[in-house]
């Protein structure tokens, strides 16, 4: 049975160009012109690159700053002890902790949106990888989540750090800011984050980099972007 298009989506795709790829700049003037939502819907940007994950030289991970931040509020939780928990906390941790965080992990409770932790505790939070996992909350060094600078980290989280992750078929899916933003603000987002894909391309990645990309809103249809204009972002 095929699905119901309600009269708002219609609406929607009357105003996009389905068979074009468009520039950056044309994405995110028609992007902004596709809210139709109550509440402040966010960029998405859905990347399909020609890398085969199950090989570990072909992962594709890493985090990027934003320059004008995410939009919403990041809820950061901090694994660590002693001095590194005063400077978590004196950073603007929203939780901190050592066995008490990773009891409450245990028991299913994750009321925080990042995880960062010290080296030397990664042995505790192991305990509960398999919980963190599919969560997309284990820390990792490669996120810049499992560091002594503590404070630096909570500091990026808070600030509008986004971790990106390829998944098993080469997709890369993420928020980069709010319809609230303006054009500018917008670009230079989406300028960081290609960046920042592209930097991470592996050398044993063959052929086109960016297969295919598409830039949309929560609540809207999806605006395919030409790629050879993002892979030449460096």
């Known amino acids: 049975m095929a699905k119901k298009v309600s009269k708002r ?12 790829e468009y520039s950056l700049q044309e994405a995110v003037k028609t992007v902004k012109n ?3 939502a109550k509440f402040d819907e966010t960029i998405e940007i859905a990347l399909k690159l020609n890398v ?9 991970r890493g985090s990027v700053i934003l320059p004008a931040g995410t939009g919403k ?21 929203d939780i901190v902790g050592a066995e008490d965080l990773i009891d409450n992990i245990s028991k299913g409770i994750f009321n925080f949106d990042v ?15 398999r919980l963190l996992g599919p969560k997309g909350l284990m820390p990792n060094p490669k996120t810049g989540t499992v560091t002594m600078d503590v ?8 600030g509008g750090q986004v971790n990106f992750r390829v998944d098993k078929q080469g997709n890369i899916h993420a928020g980069v800011g ?57």
């Open 9 to 20: 989506f219609k609406e929607l795709l009357a105003k996009v160009d389905t068979n074009k």
């Open 34 to 36: 596709l809210k139709s």
């Open 52 to 60: 085969d994950p199950r090989h570990a030289d072909q992962m594709v």
């Open 73 to 93: 509020s990041v809820r950061v939780a901090v694994i660590a002890k002693d001095v590194k928990a005063d400077e978590a906390k004196n950073a603007g941790a």
């Open 115 to 129: 995880l960062i932790a010290t080296p030397n505790l990664m042995g505790l939070v192991g305990k509960v990888g």
């Open 151 to 158: 404070a630096k980290a909570v500091e990026n989280a808070k």
């Open 178 to 234: 709010k319809v609230s933003f303006n054009e500018e603000q917008i670009g230079d987002n989406l300028f960081a984050f290609i960046k920042a894909i592209n930097k991470q391309k592996p050398s044993a990645a063959k052929g086109r980099y960016i297969k295919s990309a598409a830039l949309s809103l929560t609540m809207s249809p999806s605006v395919n972007l030409e790629t050879q204009e993002l892979m030449d972002l460096r």
